[in-house]
T-cell receptor
């Protein structure tokens, strides 16, 4: 089963608004990563947050991690049409006797100009 | 630095055939991971190779196999293709392996099985 689950599955906002996506996971992790995928640029790494960190910023992105609730959120501020993409959280964990990066099914973000 | 490259970009095969996909990682990266992406199952981890050894493996049948060469280039093979193997296959490279580092993904190979 998927380790990470994003919420909502789809989100539509106006350009300039903020977008918040959430991710929940099931087992203990070392790190949590967020990726973006669109048809033009493929899957691109956005940010990595370690289990001992609570918040991290990168440009217009802000990621929080709450290990007690096993959840993370990604905030994109002042969204642009170019932010239209699917966003995935990925957690590292042991699964089926193997260490792997497990992705959620993603949040599809549409930013309307 | 050049990014991760994958060949071919598109592939059409028929059931029962076998296919080999290729991935060239970023120079200096020793870890190459493979993922299958489908609309129904999302992104699923296939396996990871590090310094020519399979280090981690996802929950896929033995029809899916791979290898890594001394220059870190990797190939993935799928034998006895099934309709359900139609997917986007992505490879990713990183310095030290999954989880600990940013993964750099290639553009993917779109496999269609007829």
């Amino acid at each position: 089963s998927q380790q990470g689950e994003e919420d909502p599955q789809a989100l539509s906002i106006q350009e300039g608004e903020n977008a918040t996506m959430n991710c929940s996971y099931k087992t203990s992790i070392n790190n949590l990563q967020w990726y973006r995928q669109n048809s033009g640029r493929g899957l691109v790494h956005l940010i990595l947050i370690r289990s001992n960190e609570r918040e991290k910023h990168s440009g217009r992105l802000r990621v929080t991690l709450d290990t007690s609730k096993k959840s993370s959120s990604l905030l994109i501020t002042a969204s642009r049409a170019a932010d239209t993409a699917s966003y995935f959280c990925a957690t590292d964990a042991w699964g089926a006797g193997s260490y792997q990066l497990t992705f959620g099914k993603g949040t599809k973000l549409s930013v309307i100009p | 630095k050049a990014g991760v490259t994958q060949t071919p970009r598109y592939l059409i095969k028929t059931r029962g055939q076998q296919v080999t996909l290729s991935c060239s990682p970023i120079s200096g990266h020793r870890s190459v991971s493979w993922y299958q992406q489908t609309p129904g199952q999302g992104l699923q981890f296939l396996f990871e190779y590090f310094s020519e050894t399979q280090r981690n493996k996802g929950n896929f049948p033995g029809r899916f196999s791979g290898r890594q060469f001394s220059n870190s280039r990797s190939e993935m093979n799928v034998s006895t293709l099934e309709l359900g193997d139609s997917a986007l296959y992505l490879c990713a490279s990183s310095l030290n392996g999954v989880g600990d580092n940013e993964q750099f993904f290639g553009p993917g190979t779109r496999l269609t099985v007829l």
